[in-house]
């Protein structure tokens, strides 16, 4: 690793503005460097009242929503939220937006294509640069309160990828942990900068990868199978680039079984057990599971490959129902930070 990597989360306590202050507090004391949370009006309470609370709360940490959409909220109006969070956390944001896909299928909606997703990430990187905006009235747009915060999206489709390179200002890229999969996604965002003349230095890179604590192999088993299902089921290319193939019933029927999808259904060690003609090689691409010197290695595994990776997202995966990582959240946070992370991090060298 070139040198500190910025580690953020995306799962803590969503009970309550307070709660999830107080959570985020406490995962700034142990480390954290960035606290995100899911913008999905069905599930989760509205992000930008949390990290509005959140913001007031902390000093350090970075905060923003992982993922936004332009289909459930307009880019203006995105924008605005973000800007009004900033100015709260004097300069800690991000505005991270993706297609939508759970999401606005929880309303019956269609994701957002990739020319929509594009328009949107430009739409809300001018007004979030307070520049006036066409919009065909007779005066042009503005965001009065704008705030210079950076737009990032999240991908994984080849397509998806390449726009994101041509316009934002980061890209968290999503196709498990795979190093076929890592490559050509960074090649990707690199070649769609070049497409428009950007210097692809200048496009940040951060990787969110699925991740579950466990000791119990048999509940990891059935969880990586989940999850490398989900990706099949939204991705399939990304299989074939990790050299697997799917080998099972056709994933349209087996999604029949599960609700909403592989990676969000209530149970995803259930879920795992659909798709048990899965083997470990599939979870072994897409999940990072197992006890703290797996989770080290399989993570030290990732950042070894010397692509220009600023951040990493654990996005966590339940423990199972009962045990001691479910039940002790706090520590869950402080033995990831203090026994995980920090040994990932390059040795200072006086």
């Not at 759970?102 to 001018?126: C, D, F, I, S």
């Not at 965001?143 to 397509?159: D, E, I, N």
């Amino acid at each position: 690793m070139a040198g500190p990597v910025q580690f953020g989360l995306n799962r803590w306590n969503f009970s309550s503005p307070a709660s999830f202050a107080l959570d985020v507090r406490r995962g700034e004391e142990y480390g954290w460097d960035l606290a995100l949370i899911p913008s999905s009006p069905l599930l989760v309470p509205d992000p930008y009242v949390m990290l509005a609370f959140a913001a007031r709360g902390t000093d350090r940490i970075k905060l923003g929503p992982l993922i936004e959409n332009p289909v459930m909220r307009h880019p203006a109006v995105l924008a605005s939220s973000i800007s009004t969070v900033d100015s709260v956390a004097s300069g800690r944001t991000l505005l991270a937006l993706g297609s939508g896909d759970t999401a606005v299928r929880l309303m019956g909606k269609h994701p957002a294509k990739v020319v929509e997703l594009e328009e949107a990430t430009l739409l809300a990187r001018q007004l979030l640069a307070g520049d006036e905006v066409d919009t065909g009235t007779r005066e042009p747009a503005r965001l009065r309160h704008a705030r210079p915060v950076p737009v990032w999206v999240a991908a994984g489709g080849p397509r998806t990828l390449r726009m994101a390179g041509r316009v934002a200002d980061g890209v968290f890229i999503r196709v498990g942990r795979h190093e076929g999969n890592l490559r050509a996604a960074v090649d990707a965002v690199q070649a769609g900068a070049r497409e428009v003349g950007r210097d692809a230095s200048e496009v940040e890179i951060g990787v969110v990868l699925h991740t579950l604590l466990t000791e119990d192999h048999v509940y990891a088993a059935d969880v990586g199978r989940s999850v490398a299902a989900g990706f099949y089921e939204y991705s399939p290319i990304l299989f074939e680039g990790a050299g697997l193939e799917w080998g099972g019933p056709d994933i349209e029927r087996l999604r029949k079984q599960v609700w909403p999808d592989f990676h969000h259904a209530a149970d995803l060690a259930a879920a795992g057990r659909v798709v048990d003609f899965l083997g470990v090689d599939a979870a072994d691409a897409f999940a990072v599971i197992g006890g703290v010197d797996d989770l080290v290695a399989q993570l030290r595994g990732v950042l070894d490959l010397g692509l220009p990776i600023s951040t990493v997202v654990i996005h966590r995966l339940p423990a199972q129902a009962g045990s001691t990582t479910e039940r002790g959240e706090r520590g869950w946070k402080e033995i990831v930070a203090r026994d995980v992370l920090e040994r990932l991090q390059p040795v200072a060298i006086d």
